[in-house]
């Protein structure tokens, strides 16, 4: 994982340090409130008997939505993950709803939408931030949390 420290931040931390180690150590510290816990995404896979991958969420992250619709074509990555390949030329690994299931090919979301390779599909959903979890697919710095799916 890369990260990366701004400047600022760097500084900031060269000065927090500074605050620590001047504090009087007959005075305990002043209890700070935990940080924030942001869950992971957890995903389940399915595998078709022709080798097809959908990622379903079983435990979806939290922190701030960032909602998208994104029109394309449904297809496979060489791995064999289903995605969407927008229409502006750019791959969103699909992550569906719990409950969907693969028939075939065929990704069947829960409300009965079928997703079959080719279709031209608009799909509604949350951008989700990259997720080493769902490696198994190849471009899992790119993946878009599906709710509704409609053939167009």
């Given amino acids: 994982m890369k990260h990366?420290?701004?400047?600022?931040?760097?500084?900031?931390?060269?000065?927090?340090l500074a605050a620590c180690s001047a504090q009087d150590p007959a005075q305990p510290a002043a209890a700070s409130p935990a940080p924030a816990v942001q869950r992971e995404l957890t995903?389940?896979?399915l595998v078709s008997d022709g080798g097809t991958k959908a990622l379903t969420v079983e435990n979806a992250p939290s922190g701030p939505r960032v909602e998208a619709t994104v029109a394309g074509q449904v297809s496979r990555d060489g791995a064999g993950c289903v995605i969407l390949l927008g229409n502006d030329?750019?791959?969103?690994?699909?992550?569906?709803?719990?409950?969907?299931?693969l028939d075939g090919e065929a990704a069947v979301l829960p409300d009965g939408s079928v997703l079959t390779h080719g279709d031209h599909v608009s799909v509604d959903g949350n951008r989700v931030p990259a997720n080493e979890g769902a490696s198994m697919c190849l471009n899992y710095a790119r993946l878009l949390s599906v709710e509704r799916a409609a053939a167009g």
């Avoid at 990366?4 to 000065?15: N, P, S, W, Y």
């Avoid at 030329?89 to 299931?101: K, Q």
Wanted: proline share 3%.
């Fill in 4 to 16: 990366i420290i701004t400047v600022g931040t760097a500084v900031a931390a060269l000065f927090a």
């Fill in 89 to 101: 030329g750019t791959d969103w690994t699909l992550i569906f709803p719990a409950g969907t299931s």
């Fill in 43 to 45: 995903t389940k896979l």
